[in-house]
């Protein structure tokens, strides 16, 4: 009975390795035109989605498959972020396949794009189920290696190609690092066992140990775009195709900051308070430096690379948190983050369908796509965390979880620059609200399913800010 | 009870409704509907009103307090919590009818008075949410509640003050207003913040019963000095005192109510005459045992009052601007009323005669004054303009407000049966028996005055030859809805003095007093006389100047022979000029000076800065993006080596 129980919690995972063979290899019988990979593409997705949801929560410690392999109450809501991402992601990604847009020519191959995505996902889910340095660090090289070919999906457009090169250049130097970081663990520990490695951290530490903590979060911060590790950020975001960095954004980062929860809350958890500064240094130089570089940006891409290195700041501030509470913090926002950014994505995907991508083009929207300017309006206040919308609540637990240990400086430190942030959100707004109307641009036209993602992110936004009881399940699950 | 308490409900919520059913939805769309609906509701309030005060006095409870309801508002600490309630005693069941039943009569003569006006949706949901606030403002059952209300009021005063907001006079009254009685509410709140912290309660019923022998030990820390907590309550008090200053006008700070007769007509009736101003001296006596208790405040306020009684007058005898004529009269009644609380308190003794009279001249009061406002609205509405010059010979054109006119005017000179003469009378003898015998001749005084200023206005405005075209072409009749209103009004300008004599003494009293009574009262039976014949003489030189036969009216009008007395007076004192030039001098230029220079340089230099030094910031991480590869690959070294030696990792 019990091993029965073991397989249902499993069932999601092992759909989703198996998800992307299925689309490919149906796409390999059937015409090029045919619609068919792409309704089971959604229909798998959103049954995993669901399937997901069915797994009860408040597990405590979680349950272990193999000695490897464990579903906690993490575990399944941060499957539950990376499924919501992957689903908006493919969603986004459809109309790149049947026209080009930002002046790029038109995608092909969708099917091998969303099992792309399936794949990160799943690398994603293998991170938070790790139980040892090995299935961790190959879960994060299978979250990362897919999206170098996502951000070179669009084989004509040279910046994308550019951008992609420069992305696994400076993505294999980090793996550099994390797998040097991972070796001098082992060394420490002796063991590659999460619970040992806790273990011989709490006996002592030793240099050692600490070597191999710079690394680890040196080589995260690559893909959590800290400070100085963003770099690449700004370029592979602008070069790669909209759905791609949206999914960057959002995927990319979740499986990164899971990773960190991992670190921190299982191996490191007996350290955590004498790693508490570097994380608060990292936090705070991050969010600073992603804050300062948006204020000026035209491109609403390189601004949006920007905002999410100012984001992952942000959350990095919960990590200093006692374990559930940040735990909790950290979901919760994710989730906010994910539905924001998905929604401004959207926004900027219709913008970019008719015109370029930049500010400018969104001169005079509030006059002639109302519904268009509201939802930009709505996801812009959220990502800037003005109350009643998520965005607000999702910042407030972040930093509520910072300050509940104390570290008053750093929180402070984020909410100051929050102001900052509104200040570049808040333009993005000005051009879409105060400008006057450009008669160049080429007028919007929204799909069927387009409209109908806004609505419903729109919504999502506004009310889980208005009854944040909505997002109980959420609390519940730490029995916060 | 049940019965009233849902009535009681009422009586707020239906001129609530009003304000936000015009305000939001009807008013700009169909102002006769609006005009509808502010009349219905507001009769329903009144009605409410009516009928609570029936049951209340009918019942033995009556001259005890009650709370109908009391929700908590604002927990603050402890035992210090804010609520909102209704109380119901006999000064605040008057109060509910008398402003349900004025707001009632100025919103059925709003629909004629306002009938062509652009906004006439808009005013009446603001007039709405006016008679909303003052009701909020007399059922407090503490000073939070109050304060709130009271300042809710305010705003509303300053929104109808205001509402030609195309005319400049008006916006700068409004201004001045809102201005000058915010000035005075500031020292009421830190009043209320300063009692509140010493006493531990916002409500009445605490604050009243207090007796300050308790209060000698101890000392409150206030910053700059420490004095005793005794002492700490008479100076709360006084701060308390300057709310209520500000708020009826009372001398130096009178000069807003008469320009705030730049409002519509129906606003000065309601709000400057009838009730909102009369909320200062409301609070007073709301407070009447806490100001017992209270050293020599009472004797303040008594000076202030009597003061401000003959000031006002005296000006109000020179005026030609009909509604400024009534302006001062109300700031010279308002006096009156103050003065007879200030009178109660001899020495260390205290007669309560003096609160009664001024509660039941609150009462008579609103009603004649109102009537009066609301004819000389009738007047401006058929002549089109406020000078008394331009009026004359109105009799006959006007007979039914020419009828009223002359109740009213013999209700506030005090004329017997008429209701002024009752409760002028009490307070007059309240004077007396309070033995403040100067105080005491300046009310008879001004008796006279008011009697004098009263039949100037009524004989130039309604004898005589017409001295405007309009009149003399016959364009002149009175308006029904306008009218109706101001004949409704008489009624209780006539009555409500004989009526209400036997209610006010028995009910109207203080029972509960921490200090020694003053039982043995002085009787005047004369008294009565004096007063009626001092007002006949007034009322007979009146006519002799302005309305007998051989009066030189153009002479009497005539601005360019007049002694620079006269001119003094006729200007006000040249309060408004002083106040202007303080205003001017000290505060723009002086204080806003250098806190302008402040802000300039210091606040926007560092503000200036601050954001300069962010953007270069911002220039910086830009310029870092170069995309150059290379480069980029060394931030990933530079970054490990950064943490290395920053991460503060113990390395």
């Known amino acids: 009975m019990s091993s029965l129980l073991n397989m249902n919690i499993i069932i999601p995972d092992v759909l989703l390795l198996l998800f992307p063979f299925i689309v490919i290899g149906i796409r390999l019988f059937c015409d090029f035109r045919s619609k068919l990979p792409w309704r089971i593409a959604n229909f798998g997705f959103i049954a995993i989605f669901v399937l997901l949801n069915f797994i009860p929560l408040a597990s405590g410690e979680g349950r272990f498959l193999i000695s490897n392999w464990k579903v906690d109450d993490f575990g399944v809501l941060m499957r539950e972020v990376l499924m919501i991402s992957a689903i908006l992601g493919m969603w986004l990604s459809k109309d790149y396949f049947e026209h080009g847009a930002d002046g790029k020519p038109q995608m092909h191959q969708i099917a091998e794009f969303i099992g792309a995505i399936a794949f990160a996902t799943f690398g994603g889910v293998t991170v938070v189920s790790a139980c040892d340095l090995l299935t961790f660090f190959l879960g994060l090289e299978i979250a990362t290696i897919p999206m170098y070919a996502l951000t070179a999906w669009n084989k004509k457009d040279q910046l994308g190609s550019e951008a992609a090169t420069k992305y696994i250049l400076m993505g294999s130097v980090a793996t550099a690092f994390e797998l040097f970081g991972f070796s001098y663990l082992y060394g420490f520990a002796g063991s590659l ?288 | ?36 609906i502010a009349v219905a509701l507001n009769g329903i309030s009144a009605l409410s009103a009516i009928i609570v005060a029936f049951h209340y006095f009918a019942s033995d409870y009556a001259p005890q307090k009650a709370v109908l309801f009391e929700y908590t508002f604002i927990p603050f600490a402890g035992d210090l919590v804010a609520k909102i309630g209704m109380l119901v005693d006999p000064l605040s069941v008057m109060m509910l009818v008398v402003v349900t039943f004025i707001s009632l009569m100025v919103n059925i003569y709003s629909i004629g008075y306002m009938r062509e006006d652009r906004a006439e949706g808009r005013f009446f949901a603001l007039l709405s949410l006016f008679s909303f606030s003052m009701l909020g403002l007399v059922v407090a059952t503490n000073l939070f509640q109050m304060f709130i209300f009271w300042e809710l009021v305010g705003v509303s005063s300053y929104l109808l003050i205001g509402f030609w907001y195309h005319k400049n006079s008006a916006v700068s009254a409004s201004k001045q207003a809102f201005i000058l009685t915010r000035f005075a509410d500031s020292f009421f709140l830190l009043g209320i913040v300063l009692v509140s912290y010493v006493v531990g309660s916002f409500d009445f019923s605490t604050i009243n019963s207090l007796s300050m022998a308790p209060f000698k030990a101890g000392t409150v820390n206030m910053g700059l000095l420490e004095m005793s907590r005794a002492n700490a309550l008479i100076l709360g008090s006084v701060l308390i005192f300057t709310g209520g200053w500000g708020k009826s006008a009372m001398f130096p700070m009178h000069i807003w109510l008469p320009n705030a007769m730049e409002g519509p007509t129906p606003v000065s009736s309601i709000i400057h005459s009838a009730t909102m101003v009369v909320a200062g001296v409301y609070l007073v006596a709301r407070l009447f045992p806490f100001f017992t208790i209270c050293g020599d ?284 030039a303080v205003v001017r001098q000290f505060i723009f230029g002086g204080v806003a000076r250098v806190a302008r220079g402040f802000h300039d340089i210091v606040v926007e230099g560092l503000l200036a800065f601050a954001v300069w030094f962010t953007h270069k910031l911002g220039d910086l991480v830009r310029t870092a993006q170069a995309g150059y590869l290379p480069f980029y690959l060394g931030t990933l070294i530079v970054g490990v080596l950064i943490w290395r030696f920053f991460g503060q990792l113990p390395l």
Request: hydrophobic share 55%; aromatic share 14%.
């Open chain 1, 193 to 480: 066992h999460f619970s040992e490695i806790q273990q011989a951290v709490a006996a002592g530490t030793s240099p050692l140990l600490w070597l191999a903590v710079l690394f680890l979060f040196c080589g995260i911060g690559f893909k959590l775009t800290l400070f100085p590790f963003y770099t690449w950020a700004p370029d592979v975001y602008e070069g790669a195709p909209t759905p791609v960095t949206a999914v960057l954004s959002v995927t990319s980062k979740a499986t990164a900051i899971a990773f960190l929860v991992v670190l921190v809350f299982g191996p490191l958890a007996p350290v955590q308070e004498q790693i508490a500064p570097f994380i608060a240094l990292l936090a705070g130089t991050t969010l600073f430096v992603g804050n300062l570089g948006a204020l000026k940006q035209s491109r609403l891409r390189r601004f949006m690379a920007y905002s999410s290195i100012a984001q992952a700041g942000y959350i990095m501030v919960a990590l200093l948190g006692p374990a559930t509470m940040a735990k909790t913090a950290i979901i919760y926002y994710l989730f906010v983050y994910a539905v924001s950014n998905y929604l401004a994505f959207f926004v900027f995907g219709i913008i970019g369908h008719h015109r370029e991508e930049t500010f400018a083009s969104l001169r005079g929207l509030s006059k002639q796509n109302p519904g268009i300017a509201i939802a930009l309006a709505i996801s812009m206040f959220s990502l800037a965390g003005i109350p009643p919308l998520a965005g607000f609540f999702g910042k407030f637990h972040l930093f509520f979880s910072g300050a509940s240990t104390g570290h008053y400086a750093i929180v402070a430190f984020a909410v100051l620059n929050n102001v900052l942030a509104l200040f570049y959100y808040l333009q993005l707004i000005k051009s879409a609200w105060v400008d006057e109307p450009d008669g160049h641009l080429t007028p919007l036209r929204l799909t069927k399913r387009q409209r109908s993602v806004i609505i419903t992110l729109s919504i999502a936004v506004v009310i889980i800010g208005v009854l944040p009881f909505l997002s109980n399940n959420i609390f519940a699950g730490f029995n916060y």
């Open chain 2, 1 to 36: 009870m049940i019965n009233d308490i849902t009535l009681s409900y009422l009586i707020f919520l239906c001129p609530l409704l009003t304000f936000v059913v015009n305000g939001l939805f009807v008013g700009n769309k169909n102002a006769k509907a609006a005009a509808v």
């Open chain 2, 297 to 580: 405040t009472l004797t303040l306020i008594m000076w202030v009052g009597a003061f401000t009684m003959v000031f006002a007058a005296v000006i109000a005898c020179t005026q030609k601007d009909i509604k400024r004529i009534l302006a001062y009269s109300t700031l010279s009644q308002l006096g009156y009323m103050m003065l007879a609380l200030g009178a109660c308190k001899i020495h260390m003794i205290v007669a309560t005669t003096g609160w009664t009279a001024s509660t039941f001249h609150i009462f008579t009061h609103a009603f004649f004054k109102c009537s009066l406002f609301l004819i000389a609205g009738s007047l401006i509405h058929q002549v089109h303009t406020n000078d008394l010059d331009a009026m004359g010979g109105l009799r006959k054109k006007m007979p039914v407000t020419y009828i009223c006119a002359l109740i009213s005017i013999l209700a506030i000179s005090g004329i017997p049966p008429f209701s002024g003469f009752f409760s002028k009378d009490e307070i007059i003898l309240a004077a007396f028996q309070g033995r403040h015998y100067v105080v005491f001749g300046l009310t008879l005084l001004t008796s006279g005055l008011t009697t004098f200023y009263m039949f100037r206005l009524f004989f130039l405005a309604f004898h005589g030859e017409p001295r405007h075209e309009g009149v003399k072409a016959g364009h002149v009749h009175e308006d029904l809805a306008m009218t109706i209103p101001i004949a409704v009004l008489a009624i209780p300008a006539l009555a409500s003095g004989i009526v209400g004599k036997k209610l006010f003494e028995e009910y109207f009293v203080i029972e509960k007093l921490h200090v020694p009574q003053l039982l043995k009262l002085a009787e005047a039976p004369w008294l009565p006389f004096v007063a009626v014949g001092i007002a006949v003489i007034a009322c007979a030189i009146a006519w002799l100047l302005y309305a007998s036969p051989k009066a030189k009216i153009q002479r009497a009008l005539d601005a360019t022979n007049r002694t620079s007395l006269y001119k003094v007076v006729y200007n006000k004192f040249y309060f408004d000029e002083m106040y202007y």
